[in-house]
């Protein structure tokens, strides 16, 4: 068996990640999974290397000594590793993730909705859709329009820079909140530090990237939306555990003014009879902001990228640590 395997229970997610990409990684033919490497443990001695993406199996430490002692590197052509990287970093394998890859499309998509929601994109398209041309009218005055506004972005992270990064487009001003953002990263970004309470209150639209972990679940809360200015926007691309459900949908019912959107909910899809479904200004889509379509492909590249970059001995790019694991996605 050759030292390089993909390690995943969905050829065709695979495929689809690494779609030509097969001939230069040059790994064993075939999708191997955790059964397939627990029946057999011997004959994956020699891996060295594990390639995978959304799918790739837990292993306990005891498993990973036992089935792979030669095992140096996982690279994964996907987004968050919580869900597997712990004990293989703790087994003394280096993990590598694309989710820097992932971050691209989740950025292009928050700022496609941050412009949307200042030209008043949700609050005249349903009425001029269905002919009710007096009030899409009266809701085009509502529009802030994209210039001299602010955006308070949660979460400076790899998804959260990317926003800014794009924003610097725009004639914009940008807020952050970020509890482990150093003032002089901020600076360097070129934005402002602020509270969750100042955000919600000053920003015209506040977009939510918060890193997924015990801390930020609940965060968002009903008073967070009760300070929000007339006419402005929520957008959540990040997590949905991160907004007390309830107490949002009590405020929006309140106040008609407020639009949300929410690429993600928890549970996701909503629960059947949620007032998500019914409120006339929350707009929903299922879980699309993150890699689609041939996007999915730019991961595989960053990966295939990353393998060539260690084996070369070069200075990793994507390489994530226990460390990391506190406050990633």
Same mark, same amino acid.
């Given at each position: 068996?050759?030292?390089?395997?993909?390690?995943?229970?969905?050829?065709g997610?695979?495929?689809?990640?690494?779609s030509?990409?097969?001939?230069?990684?040059?790994?064993?033919?075939? $999708?191997?999974?955790? /059964?397939?490497?627990? %029946?057999?443990?011997? =004959?994956?001695?020699?891996?060295? +290397? @594990? &390639? !995978? *993406?959304?799918?790739?199996?837990?292993?306990?430490?005891?498993?990973?000594?036992?089935?792979?002692?030669?095992?140096?590197?996982?690279?994964?052509?996907?987004?968050?590793?919580?869900?597997?990287?712990?004990?293989?970093?703790q087994?003394?394998?280096?993990?590598?993730?694309?989710?820097?890859?992932?971050a691209?499309?989740?950025?292009?998509?928050?700022?496609?909705?941050?412009v949307?929601?200042?030209?008043?994109?949700?609050?005249?398209?349903?009425?001029?859709s269905?002919?009710?041309?007096a009030?899409?009218?009266?809701?085009?005055?509502?529009?802030?329009?994209n210039?001299?506004?602010?955006?308070?972005?949660?979460?400076?992270?790899?998804?959260?820079?990317?926003?800014?990064?794009?924003?610097?487009?725009?004639?914009?001003e940008?807020?952050?909140?970020?509890? $482990?953002?150093?003032? /002089?990263?901020?600076? %360097?970004l070129?934005? =402002?530090k602020?509270?969750?309470? +100042? @955000? &919600? !209150? *000053?920003?015209?639209?506040v977009?939510?990237?918060?890193a997924?972990?015990?801390?930020t679940?609940?965060?968002?809360?009903?008073?967070?939306?009760?300070?929000?200015?007339?006419?402005?926007?929520?957008?959540?691309?990040g997590?949905?555990a991160?907004?007390?459900?309830?107490?949002?949908?009590?405020?929006?019912?309140?106040?008609?003014?407020?639009?949300?959107?929410?690429?993600?909910?928890?549970?996701?899809?909503?629960?059947?009879g949620?007032?998500l479904?019914?409120?006339?200004?929350?707009?929903?889509?299922?879980?699309i902001?993150?890699?689609?379509?041939?996007?999915?492909?730019?991961?595989?590249?960053?990966?295939?990228?990353?393998?060539?970059?260690?084996?070369?001995?070069?200075?990793?790019?994507?390489?994530?640590?226990?460390?990391?694991?506190?406050?990633?996605?």
């Amino acid at each position: 068996m050759k030292n390089r395997i993909f390690l995943n229970p969905n050829p065709g997610t695979v495929k689809a990640v690494y779609s030509g990409l097969f001939e230069r990684l040059d790994c064993e033919p075939g $999708f191997f999974k955790k /059964e397939d490497v627990l %029946a057999d443990p011997e =004959k994956f001695r020699d891996v060295t +290397e @594990i &390639f !995978s *993406t959304w799918g790739m199996p837990r292993f306990t430490e005891e498993e990973i000594a036992r089935c792979f002692p030669n095992l140096k590197c996982v690279y994964y052509g996907a987004g968050s590793v919580q869900g597997f990287a712990r004990e293989f970093l703790q087994s003394g394998v280096r993990v590598f993730s694309a989710w820097a890859a992932n971050a691209v499309p989740v950025a292009e998509f928050t700022v496609a909705e941050i412009v949307l929601c200042m030209k008043g994109f949700f609050h005249t398209v349903r009425q001029y859709s269905a002919g009710d041309l007096a009030g899409s009218s009266a809701n085009r005055g509502r529009s802030i329009g994209n210039y001299d506004y602010k955006v308070g972005i949660l979460g400076a992270g790899m998804v959260g820079r990317e926003v800014i990064r794009l924003l610097k487009n725009y004639e914009c001003e940008i807020l952050v909140f970020d509890p $482990f953002l150093p003032d /002089e990263k901020a600076a %360097a970004l070129g934005v =402002k530090k602020a509270s969750l309470d +100042e @955000i &919600f !209150s *000053t920003c015209e639209v506040v977009s939510n990237h918060l890193a997924n972990n015990a801390q930020t679940r609940g965060m968002l809360r009903g008073a967070h939306f009760e300070k929000m200015m007339q006419n402005c926007f929520f957008i959540n691309t990040g997590r949905g555990a991160q907004i007390v459900e309830s107490e949002m949908t009590d405020v929006l019912a309140a106040r008609p003014d407020l639009t949300v959107f929410l690429d993600v909910t928890d549970p996701e899809p909503p629960v059947a009879g949620s007032p998500l479904y019914s409120l006339p200004n929350v707009v929903m889509t299922p879980h699309i902001a993150g890699s689609l379509g041939r996007e999915v492909k730019r991961m595989g590249v960053y990966m295939t990228e990353e393998s060539e970059r260690v084996a070369a001995g070069e200075p990793a790019k994507w390489e994530v640590s226990l460390e990391m694991l506190k406050t990633m996605a």
